[in-house]
Nanobody, 122 residues
């Protein structure tokens, strides 16, 4: 059973930084970060393949960096220059293969972490 544990959220002021972590107990073809703000749908933020190819949503390009430490089984999201509109619950997710879409499609992710809250104040 895949188990994901995400952590690292918190409250920061606009322009600040946070790093999210997600421990993954099972191998996967794709890992990604999603977020969901109050009253809004879930959106894909960044994805990474098991060979390290990263993709970002336009809203976070140049500010966020996704990375993984395969030896530790951990996914990271470094978030810099945070804005109030980045406020959301952030979730890590994985999917085993790309049969139903690429990692960057942000579709058919089947395993999810419990979420970690990020709050950015102006």
């Amino acid at each position: 059973q895949v188990q994901l544990v995400d952590s690292g959220g918190g409250s920061v002021q606009s322009g600040g930084s946070l790093r999210l972590s997600c421990r993954n107990t099972y191998g996967s073809a794709c890992m990604a970060w999603f977020r969901q703000a109050p009253g809004k749908g879930r959106e894909g933020v960044a994805s990474i393949t098991n060979d390290g190819t990263a993709t970002y949503a336009d809203s976070v390009k140049g500010r966020f960096t996704i990375s993984q430490d395969n030896a530790k089984g951990t996914l990271y999201l470094q978030m810099n220059s945070l804005k109030p509109e980045d406020t959301a619950m952030y979730y890590c997710a994985t999917k085993k293969n790309v049969v139903f879409g690429s990692c960057a499609s942000f579709r058919h992710y089947s395993s999810w972490g419990q979420g970690t809250q990020v709050t950015v104040s102006s």
